[in-house]
């Protein structure tokens, strides 16, 4: 076994970017309770420790059958080509004994970083049990900085963005990480995914409940399939998402919304609510330098194309 773990500083605390701390209310005795400022990184920290501990959706490892074809399992899209053999692949705050474990019985040298040590937990046990070398690294997606500038060929991001407040303190942290012309994927959460109603009104139709120019973040529910209980979670808008992955040095080659609708589900249930709104957009971006702006979609274009390129 090959493994490696970077854990948090000994004080227990994490760097912050963003907003910084946010209020949390904690119970100290009966009748009596303290508001304490956690920052939304511990927070998020402790909430998917938890939800670990209840097994709930989101940290389940990979299935025996996922492993059958694992290029394919991982490869809906063709994005990936010919495979990932030999490539080096950051799998960021993508704990949970799924990605890590399947990028690396295809063929890729697998690092894994993610905030939750529980997380973390399931893909070191599913890499024991399969003999598969994954490095595992402890820390939050916006704080790369233990890694060498270009380490990694490819960067894949399932949905996380939306648990911290900054997403291009998360863009830039991967520019800095993946190599002149790497590629990054990632899926998010979208915004008006987030700002509907879970349940539908008596019409049958889900109202936009949160608005779209709005700080600080969302507030809490309970047993919804588009959001994770007990998280702080925040709304991206679409300037920060696209804009900012643009701002940060990337050029989008390709988007895609996974469809999830099914025409024939019940009102409330996760596949009726997407007949409505697409829950999430997966983007495929390359990453650009002064030394590729010749290059846009993988194919050589004319010496005379120049890219806008951020300094």
Known sequence: MNFSRLSRPADGTYPLHGTGTVPTTISTAPGRCLLQFMSHLEHNRRAWDTLVSRQERHTLAARDEDFADPLATINADGWLGEGVTGKRVLCLAAGGGRHSA?????????????????????????AAERNLPIRIVETSMDNLRMFATGEFDLVVQPVS????????????????????????????????????????????????????????????VTGSPHREGGTLEYLHRWQELIGGLCQAGF?????????HARASAAAGVFGHRSQFVAPYIRLKARRVTAGNSSTFNGKNKDSSVNLWLPE
């Open 102 to 126: 399947l990028y690396a019985a295809a063929g890729g040298v697998v690092t894994v970083v993610d905030l939750s040590p529980a997380m973390l937990a399931l893909d070191r046990a599913v």
């Open 161 to 220: 963005t939306c648990y911290v407040p900054d997403i291009l303190a998360v863009y830039r942290q991967v520019a800095w990480v993946l190599r002149p012309d790497g590629v990054y994927i990632s899926q998010h959460k979208s915004p008006v995914s987030l700002q509907c109603a879970v349940e539908p009104n008596a019409q049958g139709r889900y109202e936009l409940r949160e608005p779209y120019y709005r700080a600080g973040p969302l507030p809490d």
């Open 251 to 259: 050029v989008i080659e390709d988007c895609r919304e996974p469809p």
